[in-house]
């Protein structure tokens, strides 16, 4: 974020200037690719964080620029998907780690059908510590989440982004966790859809609540689905 305002003089809180505030100004890429460069003829490795760095889609870019330290940031450990029609059936996510987005699962304008898979033990710095989504339309049946974390944000098992349907049909969260909002999941999404889930011992430990499940945005519908057990450390339901 400074980089970005202090190279264009432009606040990005201040209304008068913030509109020439650019991430994507030629000013602020070659910048970014001057330091690449010269942090690996020195041997060196360089990590982006704040604003540019926390949305998935920037990764393809900044990887284009020469930042390949995911200590920062990264996405989907497990599998990224970007603009893809695709089925995973009977698969097993276990143990993927991720500094940002979607430690098992990263799915950006696409597709996905998930049938019959399992996440376990997987983590994510920021959001979506099993599946990250993004303007994607998922379904998923059958399903078991267990044990999956969002480290220091929202979304312990599934982060449905902006943009995001998920119609998710007898699937089960147990013992997720996230370090903001949603221990097993969170939506900020268009439309959450669920029949017979079951929600036990998830737990959320920020501010906002939500041990089960958070929605900050959209709709949601939720048929025959038990939640029990969970836990949220605010003062917001569990």
Same mark, same amino acid.
């Given at each position: 974020n400074d980089l970005i305002q202090y190279t264009l003089a432009a606040d990005r809180n201040n209304?008068?200037?913030?509109?020439?505030?650019?991430?994507?100004?030629?000013?602020?890429?070659?910048?970014i690719k001057r330091v690449a460069d010269c942090a690996a003829r020195a041997g060196k490795t360089?990590?982006? $964080?704040?604003?540019?760095?926390?949305?998935?889609?920037?990764?393809?870019?900044?990887?284009?620029?020469?930042i390949t330290d995911d200590k920062g940031w990264g996405?989907?450990?497990?599998?990224?998907?970007y603009g893809s029609d695709v089925t995973f059936r009977n698969c097993l996510f276990q143990s993927n780690w991720v500094g940002?987005?979607?430690?098992?699962? $990263?799915?950006?304008?696409?597709?996905?059908?998930l049938d019959g898979c399992a996440f376990r033990l997987?983590?994510?710095?920021?959001?979506?510590?099993?599946?990250?989504?993004?303007? $994607?339309?998922?379904?998923?049946?059958? $399903?078991v989440f267990q044990g999956n974390d969002a480290t220091s944000e929202d979304g312990g098992?599934?982060?449905?982004?902006?943009?995001?349907?998920?119609?998710?049909?007898?699937?089960s969260f147990f013992g997720n966790g996230a370090g903001g909002r949603g221990g097993a999941v969170f939506s900020v999404g268009r439309d959450l859809r669920f029949i017979n889930g079951v929600f036990s011992a998830n737990a959320a430990y920020g501010?906002?609540?939500?041990?089960?499940?958070?929605?900050?945005?959209g709709s949601a519908l939720l048929t025959n689905c038990t939640f029990s057990r969970n836990y949220a450390q605010s003062f917001k339901a569990g």
């Open positions: 209304a008068k200037v913030q509109q020439y505030y650019d991430p994507y100004h030629p000013a602020v890429l070659h910048s360089v990590s982006v $964080c704040g604003e540019m760095a926390s949305d998935p889609v920037n990764a393809a870019l900044l990887l284009g620029l020469g996405i989907g450990a497990g599998a990224y998907c940002g987005f979607g430690g098992g699962l $990263c799915l950006i304008e696409s597709r996905p059908t997987n983590q994510a710095g920021l959001q979506g510590g099993a599946i990250y989504t993004e303007d $994607c339309n998922a379904a998923f049946v059958k $399903c098992a599934i982060y449905a982004g902006e943009g995001s349907d998920a119609r998710l049909t007898n699937c501010t906002a609540g939500g041990g089960g499940m958070a929605v900050a945005g």
